[in-house]
C-alpha cells in the first residue's frame, strides 16, 4: 500500500458498516479519505477516532445525498477544489427495501436503482474524469457488490435487490472493458461478499426486529472488517495484476 500513501480516496456510504471499516482502514494505511454520506457527524466521529488511533492518513468528512446527481457533482468539484483529484473510487453506498416485484412499491424500486446503480455509474464516470484531467494512470474504481449479484435466492424481499447487484456485475465488467479501450492501467474491481454482519439487515427488515436478528444468527457471519481487508489487498496488487471479482461468504452460508 505505500504507492497509495498521501493519494486521495473516495469512500461512499461513509458512515456505517462496511464503508465505515473500508475507510478506517485506507485512512491507517496513510490515505487522504474523503468519505461522504447524508449523516455527516457519524463520519465526523469517525474522523476523530482515526486521529486518536494516530493513523498516518487523514479522513475528510463530506455529507452527500447520492439520489442527487447535482450533490455527487458538486463533491467531486469540491474534491478538485481542495484535493486536486480522486484516486480511488470506492463505490460502496448501497441499500435494499423489501419490495418484491409482484406487489413492490415503485418509489422502493426507483430508491435501490438510484443508489445501487446510477450514483455507482455517477461516481465511476466522474472519478474517471478526475483521473484523466490530472494524467493518473494507475488508479483504481472498486464496486461493492454482493452475492445477490451472481445469483437468485429464493426470497421475494431482494429479488429486486439483486437485479441492481446483477448490474453491478455487468457494469464494472463492462468499467473494464471501456478503460481498456482508453489504453489507460486504470483497473476496476467488484467485491462479492455474502452476509455480513451491519446495519444492513436491520434497515432491510425495520419492521421485523426478529427477521432482522436471525439474519445473523443462523451461522457466523462476515464482518465490515473482513471485506475491508479485501480493498487493502485488491488495493495492493501490483499494477499489472487486474483482480476481477473477489466473491466471499460465510463457510456456512449455503450459495
Not at 424500486?109 to 494507475?138: F, G, H, P, T
Not at 436478528?213 to 473482513?226: N, P, R, W
Request: a negative charge; charged letters at 20%; hydrophobic letters at 40%.
Amino acid at each position: 500500500m505505500d504507492r497509495w500513501r498521501g493519494r486521495v480516496a473516495l469512500v461512499t456510504g461513509a458512515s456505517l458498516g462496511i464503508g465505515a471499516a473500508i475507510t478506517k482502514e485506507l485512512v491507517r494505511c496513510g490515505m487522504k479519505v474523503v468519505g461522504c454520506a447524508r449523516d455527516v457527524e457519524k463520519i465526523q466521529n469517525l474522523a476523530a477516532e482515526c486521529q486518536s488511533a494516530g493513523h498516518s492518513g487523514v479522513l475528510v468528512p463530506f455529507k452527500c445525498d447520492l439520489n442527487n446527481e447535482e450533490e455527487i457533482l458538486s463533491m467531486f468539484a469540491a474534491i478538485k477544489d481542495q484535493h486536486k483529484g480522486v484516486d480511488v473510487c470506492v463505490n460502496n453506498a448501497g441499500l435494499a427495501h423489501p419490495e418484491s416485484l409482484l406487489h413492490g412499491q415503485t418509489s422502493g424500486w426507483k430508491n435501490m436503482l438510484d443508489v445501487n446503480v446510477l450514483a455507482l455509474c455517477i461516481c465511476s464516470r466522474e472519478a474517471y474524469q478526475s483521473m484523466k484531467e490530472r494524467n493518473v494512470d494507475d488508479g483504481h474504481i472498486i464496486n461493492l457488490n454482493s452475492m445477490s449479484g451472481h445469483r437468485v435466492v429464493h426470497s421475494t424481499d431482494v429479488h429486486f435487490y439483486s437485479s441492481t447487484k446483477f448490474a453491478v456485475t455487468a457494469l464494472t465488467e463492462g468499467l473494464r472493458q471501456e478503460l481498456r479501450e482508453a489504453n489507460t492501467h486504470i483497473r476496476a474491481t467488484c467485491i462479492s461478499p455474502g452476509v455480513v454482519e451491519t446495519e444492513f439487515a436491520l434497515r432491510l427488515y425495520s419492521q421485523n426486529a426478529d427477521k432482522a436478528a436471525a439474519s445473523y444468527t443462523q451461522f457466523k457471519a462476515l464482518e465490515a472488517i473482513d471485506v475491508a481487508n479485501s480493498v487493502i489487498y485488491v488495493l495492493s496488487a501490483p499494477p499489472h495484476v487486474q483482480i476481477g471479482d473477489i466473491q466471499m461468504r460465510p463457510v456456512e452460508q449455503v450459495l
